[in-house]
């Protein structure tokens, strides 16, 4: 049984676990099949009830290092928290994360994922310099920008339809520690947080990402942190100790619910605007805030969440936001969590990558059934009419008609799917 990470959805499925690259071939035929990791999607993408899963999570050796370029070469289920704590102290650290470290590289490469420093470092897969993919007909395929480009630009971003990463090639960037320099700046309105961003920008800042209320009277309001890598390093030789809170069993309902939803809001803003200013962060506080608290998830309840993570071209990106906002106000539904960042304007590395020029804002809503469907449909409504998209790693509900507007080279990368390799995403909104 799988169950995904808004835990919402479960379903039964055959699982296979591969420990060595060359099992993974017999695993590949007969019916349908889906390639899987850590499985910390939210929807309905790391399922596939009519068929087999098979398992990354064997295939976790890093195979070599070269410490002079920062090249890496490693089995798909290799973790990026692994990564970050193998090399961080040996001088390189991923030149691109997301919000959790809890994800296999396969996973990172197949979402193209995307974290706060886009505008400077793009998505992960423009960090993926090879890899080979297994296919359900028994092939081996090695593709790079410079071999089988197409299909290389289809596994990127393409997923996981493409077949089964059994190798990747990646490059790490450079760090003098685990330390970053940053600042937190309270904002009051949304206005506040475009302009803050433009500012960072053009200040050269390595990361950055936006926290705002979206359920309060003074709703619009946040704070906004920033950071780059400190140059100025503590003593390497000091391990840092993270201390993390579980939260061991699932409640019988919803710790989040409209009363909790504005303590929490007010009370976040009040201890942002306490600690606004500069710090030093560790990586991992400072990348991986939630990887702190085990089993967050689990705050919602056994009818789990939805998050909804959309992307608008930077010209109606201000406006459509707001609107957002109001719609949200309105039906009484807050999200916990409502995260924006700005992407540039670079070229996307796969042919379904999310990540493009405009601001992206994820929102996470407790399950309350239809109403919690039918605002999502009214924020549909909004991201369609201001020319954008949703994420498919964050999705369990958008409609077909939705996903090929959004994702307009759709046609290109059918080419290059594995027609064996499906799951219950793909069947909802492509097949």
């Not at 998505?123 to 007909?137: I, M, P, Q």
């Not at 490059?171 to 009051?188: N, V």
């Not at 009214?378 to 999705?395: C, F, M, T």
């Not at 307009?408 to 290059?416: A, G, K, M, N, V």
Request: glycine share 10%; proline share 5%.
């Amino acid at each position: 049984m799988t169950v995904s990470f808004g835990g919402y959805l479960s379903t039964p499925a055959d699982e296979k676990f591969p420990n060595w690259a060359e099992e993974v071939p017999k695993f590949l035929s007969g019916g349908s099949i889906l390639a899987t990791g850590m499985s910390k999607s939210y929807g309905d993408i790391a399922s596939n009830a009519a068929g087999t899963i098979v398992s990354s999570l064997g295939l976790n050796r890093m195979i070599s290092f070269d410490a002079e370029l920062g090249v890496l070469v490693c089995e798909p289920g290799v973790l990026l928290h692994d990564i970050q704590e193998t090399f961080v102290e040996r001088g390189w650290m991923l030149p691109v994360t997301p919000g959790t470290s809890w994800i296999t590289v396969a996973g990172a490469i197949a979402n193209d994922v995307h974290g706060k420093d886009h505008h400077l470092a793009g998505t992960f897969g423009e960090h993926v310099l090879n890899l080979t993919v297994a296919r359900s007909d028994g092939s081996l395929h090695f593709c790079s920008p410079s071999k089988n480009p197409e299909l290389f630009r289809a596994t990127i971003g393409g997923l996981g339809l493409t077949g089964f990463i059994v190798q990747a090639t990646i490059s790490l960037k450079p760090a003098a520690g685990p330390f970053f320099d940053t600042e937190t700046i309270p904002f009051e309105s949304l206005e506040d947080f475009f302009k803050l961003s433009q500012e960072t920008d053009s200040q050269g800042w390595q990361a950055s990402v936006g926290w705002f209320d979206c359920s309060t009277r003074k709703a619009g309001r946040g704070s906004f942190t920033r950071g780059n890598q400190s140059l100025d390093q503590l003593d390497l030789t000091e391990k840092k100790t993270r201390k993390s809170v579980n939260l061991p069993i699932t409640p019988p309902f919803s710790l989040v619910n409209r009363v909790s939803l504005d303590l929490f809001n007010s009370a976040y803003f009040e201890l942002q605007k306490s600690g606004a200013g500069k710090r030093r962060m560790h990586y991992q506080e400072f990348y991986y805030p939630l990887d702190g608290v085990k089993n967050w998830n689990r705050i919602y309840g056994p009818r789990g969440f939805f998050q909804y993570q959309s992307v608008i071209p930077m010209k109606t990106a201000q406006s459509a936001t707001s609107e957002m906002l109001k719609v949200i106000r309105k039906s009484g539904q807050g999200s916990f969590l409502a995260v924006l960042k700005t992407f540039a304007d670079r070229e996307p590395a796969g042919l379904l990558s999310f990540a493009r020029h405009g601001v992206t804002l994820a929102l996470d809503f407790p399950n309350r059934g239809e109403s919690t469907l039918a605002l999502m449909e009214s924020l549909d409504r909004i991201v369609a009419e201001a020319g954008g998209a949703l994420n498919p790693s964050k999705d369990a509900r958008m409609s077909r008609s939705m996903f090929k507007a959004g994702f307009p080279e759709l046609p290109r990368f059918l080419l290059q799917r594995d027609p064996a390799f499906a799951s219950d995403f793909s069947r909802r909104v492509i097949d």
